[in-house]
């Protein structure tokens, strides 16, 4: 290591001690396990994961429920997941992810709906199995042409007991529509991550299980799935267009735009690919054990990427693909050229600090890299030790890595490294802004996208030089102060 | 290949394009299994049949698409309306991350409350640990003044006893004994986000006001109001401590969120910034009276606000001339100072706005759902104005605020075609917009789904606005608030005039320069 290098890393260290300070001593060794400085050895980023949030700090994570519900379940658009137990959760989780779809809203597609039980004192009291039933019942009078239902059990439901699975054998066979039950309660694991993988073994257990996929499907040597994207802002469409470009067929979608017809014939596919690994990798997983479907990891962010998966994906199949993928990089060469030139000698330079979920701490870094912008640090709001893994192929010697930021580290982190662009989500928005930070919300895209894809990746582009360049930042200071 | 380096186009463009167009019907030819496009077409039509509003109605378990949070979320509000106020959610973690977010995307700003973020293991042992470990967690690192104690339902459910974990948690040194730790308990299972804030308020005033050796209650001149849950509070708090100035009145705002939640971006975050001071907020114990602006938000702030023997009055979500006369002369019967003349100058000048426009609103038709005080409010300045309030609904609602409804209705003639809807939700909405439908729909963000399927225009006036930026920074109450809203209300009427009236050669012949 280079005498520059050892430096700075010393100075960063004395920073993580420095912020660590206002700790009371017992939360302050906690953290200090999560926090760490990317080294070439170092084959997990160095920290620790997917352990508890210590309590009375503002973590930014959520719970299972919204692992379920939020991403897993609730983009399948032609189900209706019911968020069982009291109206908070299934409000705040009503229509803000923006997974795109297409569908007649209230009649066969239902995304941007909030469909709860509402629990009540005495649904608390004396369980709440017969209004469930009630509500299924209600749901299959009022929409006749759902397709499926599954119970998003909110945090009382695991608490009070009630048999939420019964319910849902008995009614699936009264209806003769697939009902799933899903224990996601709130206060089940550290993050939303475990709501992930409970979803993933639902699927596993009430769809692939239970129901055959449609004989009439015929295969083809092509036929691949999206797995792990929620089409937020469109993303898995500028995704699918690329695998159709290169010859492939995109069997399933999951979940964004996905139906449950899709989910159905999912183990027809010759190959699973897995663009969110943390929220997906479960039932890929499954699928290569039980059905012997490979699966593989793929990044659509930013040009390089997207041409060395495109590449990877190829390499699955035959000549014809591996041309075509060549053909479709070459293709699209003009457009990344033409952004490029356009953006890089405005971008070049620029620093980042990232701080979201899933797979963009580590997926996106490249795409920056690609403008000329450099990642300075990154963390995730509930990896796993394998994220951080795959995280170290990304990230540069000396990348501040923080995992399960609080809000007190992150604005303190930010100070003092003093980026040109802060990449986060709504809730560290407007912190930053106030802080005369550029900002860009990357779990909604900030309302924009898609950034997946060539297409999104010209997005991408815009939206960072929009958030750095924009004049606002230069009148935070009044002249006479 | 539709992107351009030169003219980058977003999703909105993109995915109009050919290209993604087949992509879209491949997908669904190939691989959705959908219903055939006659069938959707058909039950859609009968999703807005008088056969489909009687089967909706008669729902008894479901409900969809609710115009209610719980009761934390009221509570949180409630909490960081006080200076220098860290709210700590005893619960799973998941809830404050939405409460937070729900906050910061109507209000645009940074929302701050922290979690005990209870697992499995305090399911079953319950959150003592978390507590003790929390609150000194919390009392270090974001440095409040005060911590207001509060549940989600998982702990309500397992039965935490709040007071005694404060008390166990400042035993062990978590915080300080004489630090301020309020709590209230607010079971997301009872009442909503109105009765949340309730909850809180009541907790807070209770902490100051009982507190052991405080001093008994001594009468000022000073009016102690209470907003309750308002997504306006920004524009309206300081409009209301406008009116105090012009008054000369000693007011105070208990839980004053408007710098809370209106900061500058100067460079600097603040934390905290504004809010009712813990000085003021004791003090607010020897006013003359409480004024509530939300009857529904302060029931039980206000009973026991009452025995203290303080006078107390409450209002619902006063909107328009005569509810603001009513206000004023409420100031003027607990303080014997008279209206200023500027405000009657004021109330001259939104009577003639009134006057100058009410030919477009006199005889409109209108649905009206939020919190049950909003909808009050608004119906009433809407007969005020000549419009007809036809559909009233809030999912907060009562008996007693149904009866309510109806009582204001019976008030006017242009309640004559009114109708009350508490407890029910949007769906409901849905089905009573296609078969009685109306002119204009008011209500939050969420209605803009209500709006594309009925095609009513939505006026955006109430909590949440997440699609629509800044007009929590105008105020809604007073004259000047009614000035906004009659505003707000024409630009939507005479945008829509101007909509079904430009088509070229068609419909143009009134399409007016001046209306």
Partial sequence: MSLANEESKQATQALINE???????????????????????????????????????????????????????????????????????????????????????????WGTMHFTSDFQEKDIVFGGDKKLAKVIDEINDLFPLVNGISIQSECPIGLIGDDIEAVARNKSAEIGKPIVPVRCEGFRGVSQSLGHHIANDTIRDWVFDKIEPNAEFEKTPYDVTIIGDYNIGGDAWSSRILLEEIGLRVIAQWSGDGTLAELENTPLAKVNLIHCYRSMNYIARHMEEKF?????????????????????????????????????????QPLVDGVIAKYKPRLEGKKVMLYVGGLRPRHVVDAYHDLGMEVTGTGYEFAHNDDYQRTTHYTKEGTLIYDDVTAYEFEKFVEKLDPDLVASGIKEKYVFQKMGKPFRQMHSWDYSGPYHGYDGFAIFARDMDMAINNPVWTLTKAPWA | MPQNPEKVIDHMELFRQPEYKDVFGRKQA?????????????????????????????????????????????????????????????????????????????????????????????????????????????????????????????????????????????????????????????????????????????????????????????????????????????????ELKRIFGLFGIDATILSDVSDVFDTPTDGQFRLYDGGTTLEQTKAAKNAKATISMQEYCTPQTLSYI?????????????????????????????????????????????????ADSHTHIHGKRFAVYGDPDFCLGMSKFLMEMGAEPVHILSTSGSKKWDKQVQKLLDSSPFGKSGASYGGKDLWHLRSLLFTDPVDYIIGNSYGKYLERDTKIPLIRLTYPIFDRHHHHRYPTWGYQGGLNVLVRILDKILDDYDQKTNIAGETDYSFDLIR
């Fill in chain 1, 292 to 332: 012997n479907i490979p699966w593989m990891e793929y990044n659509f962010f930013g040009p390089s990427q997207i041409a060395e998966s495109l590449r990877k994906i190829a390499a699955l199949f035959d000549d014809k693909i591996q041309a075509n993928a060549e053909a479709v990089i070459a293709k699209y």
């Fill in chain 2, 30 to 238: 190939e691989f959705e299994y959908g219903h055939p496009k006659e069938e959707v077409s058909r039950v859609a039509e009968w999703t807005k049949s008088e056969e489909y509003k009687a089967k909706n109605f008669s729902r008894e378990a479901l409900t969809i698409n609710p115009t209610k949070a719980c009761q934390p979320l009221g509570a949180v509000f409630a909490a960081q309306g006080f200076e220098g106020t860290m709210p700590f959610v005893h619960g799973s973690q998941g809830c404050v991350a939405y409460y937070r977010s729900h906050l910061t995307r109507h209000f645009k700003e940074p929302n701050s409350a922290v979690s005990s973020s209870m697992t499995e293991d305090a399911a079953v042992f319950g959150g003592l640990n978390n507590m003790i470990d929390g609150l000194a967690n919390t009392y270090s690192l974001y440095q409040p003044k005060m911590i207001a104690v509060l549940t989600t339902c998982m702990a309500e459910v397992i039965g935490d006893d709040l007071q005694g974990f404060i008390v166990n948690a400042k035993n062990k040194d978590s915080i300080p004994q004489d630090f301020p730790a309020p709590h209230a308990h607010t079971p997301a299972f009872v009442g909503s986000h109105v009765t949340g804030y309730d909850n809180m308020m009541k907790g807070v005033l209770n902490y100051f006001w009982d507190a052991e050796g405080s001093p008994a209650r001594e009468e000022t001149d000073s009016i102690n109001v209470i907003g309750g849950f308002d997504g306006y509070a920004v524009g309206n708090n300081r």
């Fill in chain 2, 306 to 354: 009452k025995d203290k023997d303080q006078a107390v009055a409450k209002f619902n979500y006063p909107m328009g001339v005569g509810a603001t006369d009513e206000f004023l002369l409420k100031l003027v019967e607990l303080t014997g100072k008279p209206v200023p003349a500027e405000l009657t100058l004021e109330r001259g000048r939104l009577v003639d706005a009134i």
């Fill in chain 1, 19 to 109: 912020v660590l300070e206002a700790y009371p001593e017992k939360s302050r060794k906690r953290r200090a396990k999560h926090i760490g400085i990317q080294t070439a050895e170092a084959k997990d980023c160095d920290v620790k994961s997917n352990v508890k949030s210590i309590p009375g700090v503002m973590t930014i994570r959520g719970c299972a429920y919204a692992g379920s519900k939020g991403v897993v379940w609730g983009p399948i658009k032609d189900m209706i997941h019911i968020s069982h137990g009291p109206v908070g959760c299934g409000y705040y989780s009503w229509s803000g992810r923006r997974n795109y779809y297409i569908g007649v809203t209230g009649v066969d597609s």
